[in-house]
């Protein structure tokens, strides 16, 4: 039986509806279809699967109450509508017209037409130079549609055509190409698409319409993560080095933001589509996980925690994150690195809420955003390129200014990914009492080696490393110099970091005789399905409080 039962499930859900009372999601995870009426702060979210097992071909359109069943056959598309109502799905309408025939074109999405005020299947010629289809799914009509690049994604109240492909968007008006440009497109209004342009030092936002491209601007200091639109609200989560995490929003035609009124933990925004505003999901040690709607907020699967404490610093000029348990300063100080490098980590149940077992362990938590983190500045992201052992000393000096004035019995450390090597190099300046490294890079030089022939993976690496072919030393140490106890936790089916080479460190340290321990957890890099992700976060949990004093 589907279930959302854990905040790892929950990570996969993404919000499709509100009926009255009732917020409706799918899970990327189990591809099912799941209802929460759970409402309020500080309660505990409950979520029902729908079963969807008679639908041959569901689509949805984010914002619409309503599942569509599209079976399209011979010269046929026959649309079972199903209402998403508090009670489940509706009993279904059913109407069918004439379309393409199979045999020339396939039916490939469904989009909104707000020139029509209605939506429209989108039919891919099978042969190249064939014409794309749109099927008003409503009054059944069926005219052409001349697509510049890729496939259409929605049509303007204007009628300008807005498509995507592998290279990026573009827009043409009665078939006429107006623009393009790189990146996606993340959410539909009447009148504009947002389109999000991503690279390693973060993302861009831009308002396309059929006139103008027009990019969004976050107010200085602050870097946009997240952000989708309506046709009257644009909503952002943003970050800054000092002041932590924010929401924002604007009105499309006002071109400034205006914060909202509470701090925000780690939020993820959600297009609705033209007429409803975006759901929000915010996920901290602190407030636990929520929806935020237009109807108020939905409890989501982990609860408020009064008893925690999460502060925002900047030590030593890094921006940090700063939390105690129940017993603040009376047990163990856990140093945190995230991966990438071009990533950061702030307030967020991190590892399906693993980190608040560790807080009820005794452990406080420390988060550290290491130079060559993203979001914080391009400034800030490049000052450790070449530059590593700087940024393993300045995060060394933001652990000691902390440990002045919050002094705890020991300092471990948890490294994932990059951060794990990061963290190796750490735990010497601090004489740490452990290291804890999951799904490891331990020998970047065979990394960077290994994943070389990627003409796109190279670039990066070598605006950021002296690249073994060229230096086989790179200035880089060769093997970590921490003589303390070390607990590898190893997925065995890494797709990122080969399992081979993880296992070649270990031995290698255990044959110089540091303590050093291997314990292998099934699953990819980043757990894939929810049975791995438990099993990975208990090992995790145990390598941290085994033969732990307190």
């Excluded at 409706?24 to 309020?40: E, I, M």
């Excluded at 407030?287 to 502060?311: H, M, P």
């Excluded at 420390?366 to 391009?378: E, H, I, Q, R, W």
Aim: hydrophobic share 45%; aromatic share 8%.
């Amino acid at each position: 039986m589907a279930s959302v039962e854990t905040v790892f499930e929950e990570d996969h859900l993404v919000p499709l509806a509100l009926a009255n009372d009732t917020l409706f999601a799918f899970s990327r995870l189990d591809g099912n279809l799941y209802k929460t009426s759970v409402r309020g702060r500080g309660k505990v979210g409950e979520y029902q699967a729908l079963p969807m097992s008679d639908l041959l071909a569901p689509f949805c359109i984010p914002g619409r109450p309503f599942i569509y069943d599209l079976i399209h056959g011979d010269n046929m598309l026959t649309v079972r509508e199903f209402a998403l109502l508090e009670s489940g799905l509706g009993a279904p309408s059913v109407r069918s017209f004439e379309a393409p025939a199979d045999s020339t074109h396939r039916l490939i999405s469904l989009v909104p037409d707000a020139a029509e005020a209605t939506l429209c299947a989108v039919f891919e010629p099978l042969f190249a130079g064939g014409t794309w289809f749109l099927l008003n799914i409503h009054a059944g009509n069926v005219r052409p549609c001349e697509v510049v690049s890729g496939g259409p994604k929605c049509i303007l109240a204007d009628g300008t055509l807005v498509a995507e492909s592998d290279t990026g968007w573009s827009t043409a008006l009665h078939g006429i190409p107006v623009r393009n440009g790189p990146g996606s497109v993340i959410s539909v209004t009447s009148d504009f698409a947002v389109v999000r342009r991503s690279d390693k030092t973060g993302s861009l936002f831009s308002l396309v319409s059929a006139t103008d491209v027009q990019n969004i601007a976050a107010p200085a200091g602050w870097n946009i993560i997240s952000l989708a639109a309506s046709d009257t609200r644009i909503t952002a989560y943003a970050i800054h080095s000092a002041l932590g995490q924010r929401l924002l929003h604007m009105a499309p035609e006002d071109g400034f933001f205006t914060f909202d009124g509470t701090e925000a933990a780690t939020s993820q925004v959600f297009a609705m589509g033209a007429d409803v505003d975006p759901v929000i999901r915010s996920t901290g040690l602190v407030q636990g996980s929520s929806w935020r709607t237009s109807r108020g907020v939905f409890a989501g699967i982990a609860s408020e925690r009064v008893d925690l404490r999460a502060v925002h610093l900047t030590l030593a000029g890094l921006p940090c994150v700063y939390v105690q348990g129940r017993q603040p300063g009376a047990g163990e100080l856990l140093v945190c690195l995230h991966g990438g490098p071009d990533s950061h980590e702030l307030d967020d149940l991190r590892f399906g809420g693993t980190y608040r077992k560790l807080l009820d362990a005794g452990f406080d938590l420390l988060m550290v955003n290491y130079p060559g983190s993203a979001g914080f500045g391009v400034a800030f992201q490049e000052q450790a390129w070449h530059n590593w052992d700087g940024a393993v000393q300045s995060s060394a000096d933001a652990v000691a200014g902390l440990l002045k004035s919050s002094p705890t019995s020991a300092v471990s450390i948890l490294g994932v990914s990059f951060g794990a090597w990061i963290g190796l190099q750490l735990a010497a300046h601090l004489q740490a009492r452990r290291v804890v490294a999951l799904s490891p890079i331990i020998d970047l030089h065979q990394h960077l080696l290994l994943h070389g022939d990627d003409p796109e993976f190279r670039t990066w690496a070598e605006a950021r490393f002296a690249f073994p072919a060229l230096a086989p030393h790179g200035g880089e140490p060769d093997a970590p110099t921490f003589a303390g106890p070390v607990i590898v936790i190893a997925p065995d089916s890494d797709e990122v970091v080969l399992p081979a080479s993880t296992q070649k460190s270990v031995l290698t340290a255990q044959k110089s005789g540091r303590a050093w321990t291997s314990v292998t957890v099934p699953g990819n890099h980043y757990p894939q399905v929810s049975a791995d992700a438990e099993r990975r976060w208990a090992a995790l949990v145990a390598a941290l409080t085994r033969s732990r004093t307190p």
